[in-house]
């Protein structure tokens, strides 16, 4: 059964105000619980504007988002509560940081929620060891940290909320390698211990490869693809045409099938690119 | 070639209310009239401190740093010294004064008190020169970000200057605007002759440079050719840097035995390469 | 929303409006605002509204967009017609209750009043849709300039680049508290609803992220604009120079012998 729903979404905006924006147009598609899916397309595809339907901070000119089943918007008192249970990471989320202190910051969501004292710490201490915030961080500032750790802090804050569903508008974007491997991994983590259900925008089809079960791909604010992500790379002709790449690790398998080495093209990571060609490399050499 | 900056064993440190922070020492570096450096370094490695000392925005505690042969603590040539050495910053945003592309670029030629028909001749080649010009009178805030980076970099193209100073200019943007700004930043460089010194953590941005240094914690620990440095993957990775599929997979063969270079970054050199390396197996 | 707010906002085009000196609409704008309030009735102001009308059409600059201003402004103009319907007393009584009633005199102030807000807030809204916030600041700058005489030389050039700057980051920060508002909405904070102390204190998680990131964008715009050579406005030229031509004579002109008309017009009627 689906977790997440999303029937017919269609969003306009208004063509006067004077701020671009990214149109979204009959999206459908449904999610099961447990899932990461990863959103890809060029900026001003839809994409941001799609996730923000998904906890209900923007309305559907038509169509609806379902949770469990039921319209988010059944009961528009209840929106909140829905936030709750859809969690949504903005892109560079360290900039609504404003608590003087980590633990508070992190504090902010549970809060809101109306969770008691001691289930916020509890639930604190639980989400600090898991992505790896050392306690003695928590009574920092956070503007004391550095970017990739204010980065972590926001990122917690969110995922202190237990949302069931975990949505990110580009995480890693701006952040070094290690920045990065991080917030992968933390995102990998919560959704291992928590089952939670988890929705990615990225630019980075390699991070995608690496942790995305289904991919959607976006462009123009329609939905162009919804597949697994062996079978969206797999049409790396199409993404092409619409102006997106296969990681680039296939981009080199791809070549050597056009150079007349005889390699699958569903190859995604650098893991399985290695294996493959070591054991090529050395089925042909007899010497080895 | 002459050096058009050089920085010589200059020492910078940062003064908090009480703890100072040294964030370079005895650190020398110059750059060639009319080349193309990238400078590759992690976060917090000091490259973002250098450029701002290389026009001087920041001054430099010890040592010094000659532009031209000016010293950048030479307070008499200040403005000279920046106009020389134009300084383009990550986030495009926060380097847009006005409201009106083109009047925005003018702003560097207006401080420097041009006559009008000169700045405007200099605001139309700039922007024609980041392939801008047909945005000149839109408004930055309705731009993609490689755009108003594009407009950012019109902006010190516009002052003449002779070596343009980039701090990560594509890091806050999506792979479409970095692309771009890589491409236009090439262009200065070949067709104005302009100096470039690119400093940014993506590796696959230095390519085409003519030569790359790696810096961590303050010190340059590498200074070569592309080729060279790429070959060095091992201190790549130590020191924290972006290192591209194609390099990571030629290296991983490379360790796991195959014989191959890592040396090149493209998707068609990179499989070029693993394919002569397992036809010379075979054969 | 906060989108939703289109006022300092230019757009682009080529009518006679756009073309006009800055400091020629700057100049006029303020002759109209000043007669909308000379005007003592509804002939006077008629005259007013038709030449600011007038103006709105020559402008090239679609109705909608001055509508969607309006409609921002609109519980202002409601609740001025509102404290006017029960304010003048004199007058026929067309309903009564309690110790209020509204009158013919009344009414008519009322719908007064509210046509002399409309015309105020079409009239500036025309300013900013013809004319970039720059020209604007250029057109303050130059207006202002008598001022260097008697020693604010200084203060009228940072004055302008204080606009400037202020200009050119208004659309940024609005969407940036868009998103910091959104940002906090997705951690459950509540903006709607609550007593009123509720809701200022929901408004802390989002004043302090936008003031820390604007001390940060002024503190790197300040670097920026260092780069770029600037030093206090000491030697600076400016690219585009304030020229009058012969349309900035015939629009003064023509609001000079509107305003002449609305003198007279108080005074016979």
């Not at chain 2, 920046?82 to 670029?105: M, T, Y």
């Not at chain 2, 200074?223 to 201190?235: G, V």
């Not at chain 3, 008519?108 to 009043?113: H, V």
Request: charged share 25%; proline share 3%.
């Amino acid at each position: 059964m689906s977790i997440l729903e999303v029937k017919n979404l269609t969003h306009t905006y208004d063509g006067n105000t004077p701020f671009m924006n990214d149109a979204v147009k009959d999206v459908s598609f449904s999610v099961k619980k447990g899932e990461i899916i990863g959103i890809i397309g060029h900026t001003g595809s839809g994409k941001s504007t799609l996730v923000q339907h998904l906890n209900g901070l923007l309305k559907a000119t038509s169509g609806e988002v379902l949770l469990d089943g039921k319209n988010i918007w059944d009961d528009p008192k209840k929106i909140r509560l829905v936030r709750s249970r859809v969690g949504l990471v903005f892109q560079y989320p360290e900039y609504q940081l404003f608590e003087d202190t980590v633990y508070k910051d992190i504090a902010f969501g549970p809060k809101n929620m109306g969770l008691s004292d001691d289930e916020i710490a509890h639930r604190i201490s639980e989400i600090c060891e898991l992505v790896g915030i050392k306690a003695e961080y928590l009574e920092k500032s956070p503007f004391d940290l550095s970017g990739g750790e204010k980065r972590r802090v926001a990122i917690a804050g969110v995922m202190a909320m237990q949302p069931e569903i975990i949505v990110f508008d580009e995480p890693v974007a701006g952040l070094d390698p290690r920045g990065r491997a991080d917030v992968i991994k933390m995102i990998y983590d919560y959704s291992n211990k928590y089952g939670a259900t988890v929705l990615i925008i990225s630019h980075n089809m390699e991070d995608m490869a690496l942790i995305a079960d289904k991919l959607i791909v976006m462009n123009k604010g329609e939905l162009a693809l919804f597949d697994t992500t062996e079978n969206v790379f797999k049409q790396h002709e199409f993404l092409k045409d619409i102006g997106l790449n296969v990681p680039m690790v296939t981009q080199v398998m791809l070549a050597l099938k056009e150079k007349g080495l005889s390699v699958p093209d569903d190859i995604f990571t650098v893991d399985r690119a290695v294996d493959y060609l070591l054991t090529l490399s050395k089925g042909g050499n007899h010497n080895a | 070639m002459d050096n058009i900056i050089e920085v010589k064993n200059i020492t910078f440190e940062y003064e908090d209310s009480d703890q100072k922070d040294t964030v370079l020492k005895d650190f020398s570096l110059n750059i060639k009239r009319g080349s193309f450096t990238v400078i590759l370094g992690h976060n917090g490695s000091g490259k973002s401190t250098l450029a701002k000392l290389l026009n001087g925005l920041y001054k430099v505690t010890d040592g010094e740093i000659l532009v031209d042969g000016i010293s950048t603590s030479d307070e008499e040539h200040e403005i000279e010294i920046k106009r020389r050495v134009g300084l383009v910053f990550q986030n495009p945003d926060n380097q847009l004064v006005a409201s009106i592309v083109e009047e925005d670029v003018a702003f560097g030629p207006e401080n420097l008190g041009h006559a009008p028909d000169v700045i405007r001749a200099e605001v139309d080649e700039a922007l024609k020169s980041v392939g801008m010009y047909e945005f000149r009178k839109s408004t930055p805030h309705r731009l993609s970000g490689g755009q108003k980076q594009r407009i950012a970099i019109a902006g010190i193209i516009a002052m003449k200057p002779d070596c343009i100073v980039l701090d990560e200019p594509t890091a806050m943007l999506d792979p479409k605007g970095r692309a771009e700004i890589i491409s236009t930043i090439k262009k200065l460089n070949r067709e104005n002759g302009i100096t470039i010194v690119l400093i940014t953590h993506f590796m696959e941005e230095a390519v085409d440079a003519d030569r790359v240094i790696v810096m961590d914690s303050g010190k340059i620990v590498a200074d070569s050719t592309p080729k060279d440095i790429f070959s060095n993957i091992k201190l790549l990775k130590e020191v924290g840097l972006d290192v591209p599929q194609t390099t990571e997979l030629l290296y991983r063969l490379k360790s796991g035995g195959m014989n191959i270079t890592t040396d090149v970054i493209s998707i068609e050199e990179s499989a070029q390469k693993i394919y002569d390396a397992i036809h010379l197996e075979e054969i | 929303m906060l989108k939703d707010i289109t006022f300092g906002q230019y757009y682009e085009n080529d009518s006679f409006v756009h073309k006009l000196d800055p400091r020629t609409k700057m100049l006029l704008l303020i002759a109209v605002i000043v007669f909308i309030f000379v005007s003592q009735n509804a002939v006077a102001l008629s005259l007013v509204a038709l030449l600011i009308l007038f103006s709105v059409l020559l402008s090239k600059v679609p109705l909608k967009m001055y509508f969607k201003n309006l409609k921002a402004v609109f519980p202002i103009i409601i609740f001025t017609m509102i404290i006017n319907l029960f304010y003048n007393a004199s007058g026929d009584v067309l309903v009564s209750f309690w110790k209020l009633s509204i009158t013919t005199g009344s009414l008519y102030r009322a719908f007064y009043m509210a046509a002399r807000i409309l015309l105020l807030i079409i009239a500036s809204a025309e300013l900013t849709y013809t004319t970039t916030p720059n020209d604007l600041t250029d057109a303050i700058e130059k207006l202002l300039s008598p001022l260097k005489f008697i020693g604010l030389k200084n203060a009228v050039h940072t004055l302008a680049m204080m606009m400037t700057i202020a200009l050119r980051f208004i659309p940024t920060l609005i969407e940036e508290t868009q998103k910091i508002m959104n940002a906090q909405k997705a951690r459950g904070a509540d903006l709607e609803s609550g007593k009123l102390i509720d809701r200022i204190k929901a408004l802390i998680p989002i004043l302090i992220p936008l003031l820390i990131s604007s001390v940060r964008r002024a503190y790197e715009l300040a670097e920026a604009m260092e780069c770029r050579c600037y030093n206090g406005g000491e030697g600076r030229q400016r690219m585009k120079q304030l020229k009058y031509h012969s349309n900035d004579f015939i629009a003064f002109a023509v609001v000079v012998v509107v305003c002449a008309t609305v003198v007279a017009v108080n005074m016979i009627l």
